[in-house]
Nanobody, 126 residues
Framework: QVQLVESGGDSVQAGGSLRLSCAAS????????MGWFRQAPGKEREGVAR????????YYADAVKGRFIISQDNAKNTVYLQMNSLKPEDTAMYYC???????????????????WGQGTQVTVSS
């Protein structure tokens, strides 16, 4: 079974940047959507960004559009989340997830993803 390992979380000040990495143990054609989700204390897990790995199509939540960039390195089976202009409200545990696409489209709901990493903490101070 595919395993996902996140890294790159840290504590930064508002306006700063971080790059998260998600390394997959292998590539599986059945899980061709990779997503980043986050969960703050007391809140539900929410989608941040996702990428359709065969074609590279990307999708972003409105809250991060223009600030975050999701990308992939196929040779390394790794997906990245470049986070710029960080805000205190970006503070959360960030999770990487893998799941199937639907007609070539990656959906944003957590239920569509069946493989999850352990998470990496991002803390943004004002």
């Amino acid at each position: 079974q595919v395993q996902l390992v996140e890294s790159g979380g840290d504590s930064v000040q508002a306006g700063g940047s971080l790059r998260l990495s998600c390394a997959a143990s292998e590539y599986t054609y059945s899980r061709n959507c990779m997503g980043w989700f986050r969960q703050a204390p007391g809140k539900e897990r929410e989608g941040v960004a996702r990428i359709y790995t065969p074609g590279g199509s990307t999708y972003y939540a409105d809250a991060v559009k223009g600030r975050f960039i999701i990308s992939q390195d196929n040779a390394k089976n790794t997906v990245y989340l470049q986070m710029n202009s960080l805000k205190p409200e970006d503070t959360a545990m960030y999770y990487c997830a893998a799941g199937p696409s639907f007609g070539g489209v990656c959906r944003g709901s957590t239920g569509q993803y069946d493989t999850w990493g352990q998470g990496t903490q991002v803390t943004v101070s004002s």
